[in-house]
């Protein structure tokens, strides 16, 4: 079966129960055996597998084949021995016999940083000339699990082809191909085997798919399945979104101490919201941050930090990157060379009549300049004093939106309708209900450039254009 998982209608939970699950266990060889490999190895055969660990490393691969640990790691010494005394685990250098002798090779060889600061892939370049020499002269399907953490594209792109060359078969057909991340933290990989954040297969087959379910069944019953590129780029965004955390709890800590401020009290607190704080919410790629709040503490916490001497570079970077996202959309609608354009929400957010710092506003201002006429609808906003007013709360901020604000009575139109007449191009930047059917009368005359991801929105119309998709 050759199926092409698409990133948007393909990520979802596998039911184990819809894949037929039997009480079978796959021999399975895991080529790399260091932090990861080592581990994949010992849980596996402790899951009732037969594994074979293969390593260039002869030391490595002595150690293990004595049911010995090579590297510091909480129970990992004992479940190589059971392993060993169970006869389920052995070890080789010797990676064609290793495959010939499995049914699913686990790829987990070493990706260090490369010269030019990229990912050094020749380890997996190197274990893909043998894997494919080894499929060569084998006959029964086998599946190889790429587990090392790589650039989007490095399982299909970089792996596939080498594997096809040297073997003279096609993956899908011959050999199953598919990426699996690896989620678990040294000093708990153990632990965190058995009990997984999360388990992801990156696959372009339903069989292989199944077979990756089928030996993780006994841990984690629900996996997600996605495409390969979403599998490889998710443990690249887990890790980075790690640092981020790291380093936003690390500058709150400079922040603190002169003012002599308890770090930990604050952020005990901040990390019991887990409503805004530690959730989902903001999560989402879309448009810039505004309102009356965002920038306003972004630009006091950083004033603030400077007044203390205290260097914050990643909140110093906050409205730099949320200033790149407003020029993001307005290239976007720049690049359709629309003479009129209709923006649909121009509040901050769905629901507020508050146009305070409102990035859409910058897009708009900008358009202004470059003589593109704008209309405008948001069934929140009326012109009137109250708007002029909510302009002197942001004159220091934003003294440039003056000319936005005085011409706001005349593009702001009652209805959607008003709104895209004549529009070459239609700006989403909130969900408004009324929206919806509006936009279905204009679908063929106007780009839109969606910048909140409109719900249930087909991306690949040609006509239409996502700010991050
Ligand atoms: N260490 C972690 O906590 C962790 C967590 C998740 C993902 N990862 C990723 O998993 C991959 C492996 O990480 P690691 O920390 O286990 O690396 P490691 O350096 O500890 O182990 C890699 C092993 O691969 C072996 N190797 C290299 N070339 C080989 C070849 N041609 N044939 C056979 N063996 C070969 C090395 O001898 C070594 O034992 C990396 O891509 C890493 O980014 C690591």
């Not at 980075?240 to 922040?255: D, P, S």
């Amino acid at each position: 079966m050759n199926m092409y998982v698409s990133n948007e209608q393909f990520a979802r939970k596998l039911d184990a129960s819809e894949l037929g699950i039997q009480d079978f266990k796959d021999a399975i060889s895991v080529i790399g055996l260091g932090y990861v490999g080592a581990v994949s190895l010992a849980c596996l055969s402790s899951l009732g597998h037969r594994v074979v660990g293969v390593d260039v490393d002869e030391k490595k691969v002595d150690a293990i084949a004595w049911g010995q640990s090579p590297i510091v790691e909480d129970q990992l010494g004992e479940l190589l021995t059971r392993g060993v005394d169970n006869d389920l685990l052995s070890a080789t250098t010797d990676i064609k016999r290793a495959i010939w002798t499995t049914d699913i090779t686990f790829v987990s060889v070493g990706t260090p940083t490369a010269e030019d600061g990229g990912c050094d892939t020749r380890a997996i370049e190197a274990v893909a000339r043998s894997i494919g020499e080894a499929l060569a002269v084998k006959d029964s399907f086998h599946i190889i699990v790429l587990r090392c953490s790589v650039p989007p594209g490095t399982t299909l792109k970089v792996m596939k082809p080498i594997i096809e060359r040297y073997s003279h078969k096609t993956a899908g057909q011959d050999f199953g191909i598919c990426f699996n991340p690896e989620f678990l933290r040294e000093g708990s990989a153990v632990a965190d085997f058995h009990e997984p954040p999360k388990t992801v297969f990156g696959v372009t087959d339903q069989y292989t798919a199944r077979a990756l379910a089928r030996i993780y069944a006994s841990v984690d019953i629900n996996p997600i399945v996605t495409s390969v590129e979403v599998a490889e780029l998710v443990k690249y965004v887990d890790n980075v979104w790690h640092a981020t955390k790291v380093c936003f709890a690390n500058e709150i800590g400079r922040l603190c101490k002169p003012m002599g401020i308890d770090s930990h009290a604050v952020m005990d607190i901040f990390v019991q919201d887990t409503k805004l704080n530690l959730s989902p919410y903001y999560l989402k790629p879309g448009f810039a941050f505004g309102g009356s709040c965002l920038p306003k503490e972004v630009r006091a916490v950083t004033h603030l930090a400077d007044h203390l001497g205290i260097d914050l570079p990643m909140l110093d970077a906050l409205i730099p990157s949320n200033q790149e996202q407003v020029r993001q959309a307005l290239n976007l609608v720049k690049r359709t060379c629309a003479r009129k354009v209709a923006i649909m929400g121009i509040a901050f957010k769905p629901g507020t009549d508050d146009l305070r710092e409102s990035p859409i506003l910058d897009v708009i201002a900008e358009l202004m300049k470059s003589g593109i006429e704008v209309t405008a609808y948001d069934p929140a906003i009326q012109p009137g004093p109250h708007i002029s007013q909510q302009f002197d709360y942001m004159r220091h901020a934003a003294p440039h939106l003056q000319t936005v604000v005085d011409a706001l009575p005349e593009f702001l139109k009652e209805t959607p309708e008003t709104a895209l007449a004549d529009a070459d191009a239609v700006v989403v930047s909130q969900n408004i209900p009324a929206l919806r059917s509006a936009l279905a009368s204009k679908k063929e005359e106007a780009v839109v450039v969606d910048l909140i991801r409109i719900p249930n929105n087909a991306p690949t119309s040609s006509n239409y254009v996502g700010i991050g998709w």
